[in-house]
């Protein structure tokens, strides 16, 4: 609380800037050589050559040389030489990276200036360039070349035959024997449509037998053209370090067509298909890095109702009053993405709105504050504030993202990013209506229920429907018989009663011991009522197997974000503080793509953070919608997402 606290006082609501983030640089005068330059930094005339490779043959007056802050160590087993590199007009740390196949953190690693002052046109960075070092460094060209034609010669005869097992793929046999998909289709043309059990192939002859990397044990990713270390990185969700353990050729660089492994373990946020990652649109890999977004984020800091000289009272009114704990929250995680768009070398420049909390001082607020070059607007979060945004910012087509409401603003420039509860319900038939026809299904819906019992019934004809005693309380002598001993067994209970949840909850889970059926609970609307933890318990529960649909899914304390967020501010972050992030990150990531944010939405890309997933779609008559609904389920007393099979 206190660091929060301090952080609110500290808030200034003046627009701030999000850029791409340096070395000093150093003219040199009549005179000097590279070694008194280097005394007169007090760093070693090695560092200067690194950065400077052009060095080595001496400097002469007015060359400019990049200077490092202090001596640079670069591991023994490397060679690291450096291209001096100008910056020029709009460029940021990523299209640099990605024009010289770096990684960011590479140019930060050389640069340490960037972190605190930004690229500045006509400034001098060093971008490195790795090379390993070999065990000999000595190499005779004309044998190697005569051992090149040599094994062009003998191709032909370079193959063995080899057997397809079970649960092997094209993409695991490729990534064992070094070749790309297009190498191994080329050597086997029959097996484009496919591979079957007992199939014959041919392979190159190796010294040592690979071991093939089984799809039970393993997924794999084919390297797409204009790939980079850092997109793929992110895009798989893992260090630059772990995929280069597990991928070994990666050492020698990183190239289109290479079959790349991970554990399945590490593919559960991936859409996987056959064992094989599929690539999904990914706004990060088509940004343009020239795009300097301008957003506003409005939220009700209220600080008109503030005594800033006032800390006890100032701390007392963020306890007391909700709608400034929710802005503050979200705020919080807001400031963390752009710290993160900033990594990725993207720009922006963000402006901050107190709207007070109330229609006058929202109209205020719009009405004294020039919008015509905002790219879009977060917040504010009551959707009547909304509302009077996106009205007046309408005739200018500037979207307007309300960020914690699920209730509908019907103007066309609004992107409601809380999904509606009809969404939710719709996501948990379809998953129910997909997985349940196998399952001994009982349907126990209590009063004011009867549409829902009545679309369950049509997605599943065969289940039976239980009706409670007095609408909230279950015999369990009568439910006892429905439920099978030699099949799983789905209840899905609809109620809004907290008796007859708390009821149904007890009874089913004693079930599960005394009698050992195996049930699970599902719904298609987890209420406020399920968080009554006096009457119903997050044990039977998780002893259920409980399932429903939400708009957020669990998050592990291992997240980055999670890290980042308790470094920052000492606490866990609350379900707000990760929304703030997780719909900043998106509309700039969205508008880096391009400032028209609606052209975002017409790739069809669903996207999804740490919580949070966002589709969406446009209603005909009216604004934007999103789609973006997660299944989840109790293993244990853990929440995880329910993975979804695709077709």
Known sequence: MKKLLGFFLMILLTSCSATAQQYKSHKVSRGETVESIAAQYNITADDIIRLNPEARRGVRRNNVLVIPSKSIKVSKDVDVTFTNHKVRR???????????????DDILKFNEKVAKEGLKKGDRIAIPKYKKKEANEVVDNSSTNDDEDKDDTDEEVSFEKYTVKAKETKWGIAHSYGLTIEELEDINPEIKEGLKIGQEIKLPIRKEKPKVASAANYVFYDVKPKQTMYTLTRKLGVSEDELIRLNPALKDGLKAGMVLKLPVKKSEDLEVVGAVVVDKFNFIEHVDTENVSNIVIMLPFKLNEMNMDSVSQTKDKLKNDRLLNYATEFYTGTLIALDSIKNLGLSVNVKIIDNQGNKSGTRKAVESYDFSDVHAVIGPILDSNVEVVASELKSDGIPVISPLSSIEVKHRN????????????????????????????????????????????????????????????????????????????????????????????????????SEKRKIVLLTTNRNKNYDNSDNVYNSHLANLNFHYPSIDKPTSFSNKFVKQYKRTYGITPSTIAVRGFDITFDVLLRLAYDQNLAKSVRTGAETSYVENKFDYDKKIFGGFYNKGVYIVKYEGLELVEVKIPQN
């Open 90 to 104: 709009k460029e940021t740390l990523y299209s640099i990276s990605k024009k010289y196949g770096v990684t960011v």
């Open 414 to 513: 609004v992107y409601q990013s809380v999904p509606d509860k009809r969404l939710l319900e719709e996501k948990m038939l379809d998953f129910i209506k997909q997985n349940g026809q196998d399952k001994n299904v009982i349907i126990i819906a209590g009063k004011n229920k009867s549409a829902i019992k009545n679309r369950l019934r049509s997605a599943l004809p065969n289940a039976t429907v239980f009706d409670p005693e007095d609408g909230n309380y279950i015999q369990p002598t009568k439910i006892l018989p429905l439920l099978k001993a030699d099949v799983e067994n789905w209840v899905i209970l609809e109620s809004d009663d907290l008796s007859l949840i708390a009821n149904a909850t007890s009874v089913l889970n004693s079930y599960t011991t």
